[in-house]
C-alpha cells in the first residue's frame, strides 16, 4: 500500500470522525421545548376553583319587591356559575330600610326573599334546598362585621361542592 493511500484513507477516516461529531454535538445541543420547561410539579399560577362559594346581591327599588333587569341579569349569570358543580345549599335573605314600621319592613323583606327564590328556579335552581330568612329592618352585619347602609336588598349565599 503506498504511503499516499495511507494518507487519503487516514485523512477521509479523519472527516468521518469529525463529521460524526459534529452530528453528535449538534444533536445534543438542539433542545425539544420539553427538555428546556424547568421541572416543577404544578402550574405556576393557580386558577380559582370553579365550584367555589360566592354570594350575589340583588337591590330593590324602595317599597318594592320586583327584581328588575339587572337583578335577573345577576341571577342568570349565578345559573350560569353553578354549571359543572354541586349546589349543597342557597341561603336567600331578604332585608328592608329602617323608614316604615317594622311589621311593614319584615313583611317586605320576606316578599323580596320569596320573589328571589322563585327566579333562582327559574334560572335552574330547582333541586336545591332553599334557607329563606327576612330580617326586616333589623341590624345586620356584614361579613367583614360592618353595618350595610343601603338594606333595600335580598342576600344569596350559594353553596357549592365538586362533583
Same mark, same amino acid.
Given at each position: 500500500?503506498?504511503?499516499?493511500?495511507?494518507? +487519503?484513507?487516514?485523512?477521509?477516516?479523519?472527516?468521518?470522525?469529525?463529521?460524526?461529531?459534529?452530528?453528535?454535538?449538534?444533536?445534543?445541543?438542539?433542545? &425539544? !421545548? *420539553?427538555?428546556?420547561? !424547568?421541572?416543577?410539579?404544578? !402550574?405556576?399560577?393557580?386558577?380559582?376553583?370553579?365550584?367555589? =362559594?360566592?354570594?350575589?346581591?340583588?337591590?330593590? =327599588?324602595?317599597? &318594592?319587591? +320586583?327584581?328588575? $333587569?339587572? #337583578?335577573?341579569?345577576?341571577?342568570?349569570?349565578? #345559573? &350560569?356559575?353553578?354549571? #359543572?358543580?354541586? %349546589?349543597? #345549599?342557597?341561603?336567600?335573605?331578604?332585608?328592608? =330600610?329602617?323608614?316604615?314600621? $317594622?311589621?311593614?319592613?319584615?313583611?317586605? &323583606?320576606?316578599?323580596?326573599?320569596? *320573589?328571589?327564590?322563585?327566579? /333562582?328556579?327559574? $334560572?335552574?335552581?330547582?333541586? %336545591?334546598?332553599?334557607?329563606?330568612?327576612?330580617?326586616?329592618?333589623?341590624? %345586620?352585619?356584614?361579613?367583614?362585621?360592618?353595618?350595610?347602609?343601603?338594606?333595600?336588598? %335580598?342576600?344569596?349565599?350559594?353553596? /357549592?361542592?365538586?362533583?
Amino acid at each position: 500500500m503506498a504511503l499516499e493511500d495511507l494518507g +487519503n484513507r487516514r485523512g477521509a477516516a479523519m472527516v468521518g470522525m469529525i463529521g460524526t461529531l459534529a452530528l453528535v454535538a449538534g444533536c445534543q445541543s438542539a433542545r &425539544s !421545548p *420539553t427538555a428546556a420547561a !424547568p421541572d416543577h410539579r404544578g !402550574p405556576l399560577i393557580v386558577a380559582p376553583t370553579a365550584c367555589a =362559594d360566592f354570594t350575589v346581591t340583588i337591590y330593590f =327599588d324602595s317599597g &318594592s319587591a +320586583n327584581i328588575g $333587569h339587572g #337583578g335577573e341579569a345577576l341571577l342568570a349569570a349565578a #345559573g &350560569s356559575r353553578t354549571k #359543572g358543580c354541586w %349546589v349543597t #345549599g342557597v341561603k336567600v335573605r331578604g332585608l328592608a =330600610d329602617a323608614p316604615g314600621g $317594622h311589621d311593614a319592613n319584615l313583611a317586605l &323583606s320576606k316578599r323580596r326573599a320569596e *320573589t328571589v327564590t322563585r327566579a /333562582l328556579q327559574r $334560572h335552574g335552581f330547582t333541586q %336545591v334546598e332553599f334557607q329563606v330568612t327576612a330580617v326586616g329592618d333589623a341590624p %345586620v352585619e356584614g361579613p367583614g362585621g360592618d353595618i350595610h347602609l343601603l338594606r333595600r336588598r %335580598v342576600d344569596v349565599d350559594i353553596h /357549592l361542592g365538586a362533583r
